[in-house]
């Protein structure tokens, strides 16, 4: 178990405690806010993998948010996984939601591009 003042596999965790604060606490509040609203705005009309990239996000970055603000600035990390010489970094289930969010996000943009689901999602196509 470690406890991580920085972002995604520590980074960040050399920077101040008074800029980690504002980037990592409050910078990724707002950040998350306006995703809770995005996501509320296109709720209605939205196909279900943005719909899940979305609820993957807001949940591993609320989990996040709320372990910062619980544990003076510090995310829990406690995941290591090895196999063979291949090892990946130190994180946190939280980490794993907000990277698979942000992934099937740029897949579904990706597949999707030419419809432009996004805009029309918002009203404004």
């Keep these: 178990m470690v406890e991580n003042p920085g972002a995604f ?3 960040g965790a050399g920077l101040s405690t008074e800029t980690q604060h504002w980037i990592f606490t409050i910078a990724v509040a707002i950040l998350l806010g306006v995703a809770f609203v995005f996501a509320l ?3 209605i009309k939205a196909q279900a993998p943005l ?3 979305l609820a993957l996000f807001l949940g591993g970055g609320i989990g996040n948010l709320i372990d910062r603000l619980t544990n003076d600035g510090r995310v829990i ?3 290591h996984i090895g196999f063979g010489f291949l090892r990946t970094g130190i994180f946190n289930v939280a980490d794993m939601a907000l990277m698979a969010g942000v992934i099937l996000l740029a897949f579904y943009s990706y597949w999707t591009r030419k419809s432009s ?4 999602v918002a009203g404004k196509g």
């Design 9 to 11: 596999l520590s980074l």
């Design 77 to 79: 990390d406690f995941m």
């Design 41 to 43: 705005r296109v709720s």
């Design 117 to 120: 689901p996004l805009s029309d």
């Design 51 to 53: 719909l899940i990239a």
